[in-house]
């Protein structure tokens, strides 16, 4: 089963695309956690397939734990979902590791949703 890491401080967020990958990909393990100390210990603990975070955290700069997140889990899928949708950050975010950068501000969440399921359902069909 793969698994995610969801990492956001908005709890409505975190739990809403929560409930969204538990009812339409249920084979995906979600995990959840509302800062950057947490979600290092996560990472390190079960280097999660897909890591979906905000890059805007009061404990740690958002770009600065990308790069260690990256760091640890070098084979993960990380999207950067976030309100900073500015060239600069959107560049950092690249150079930082993220795979990709989707805008809360430009983008439904259903985007997040679709990019997730193909790559989950993608991997399942080339296993068959």
Do not use: W
């Amino acid at each position: 089963m793969d698994t995610m890491l969801i990492v956001d401080e908005d709890n409505i967020a975190r739990e809403g695309l929560a409930n969204l990958f538990d009812h339409f990909i249920p084979e995906l393990k979600t995990s959840l956690v509302d800062n950057g100390k947490q979600a290092l210990e996560m990472v390190n603990a079960f280097q999660p397939d897909y890591i979906l975070m905000d890059i805007s955290f009061t404990d740690i700069k958002g770009l600065v734990l990308l790069h260690k997140i990256r760091s640890c889990c070098p084979n993960s899928c990380i999207v950067v979902f976030t309100e900073k949708d500015f060239p600069e950050y959107r560049e950092a975010c690249y150079e930082q590791g993220a795979n990709f950068f989707i805008s809360k501000l430009d983008n439904p969440v259903s985007d997040v949703l679709i990019l997730i399921s193909s790559h989950v359902h993608s991997k399942y069909a080339r296993e068959d």
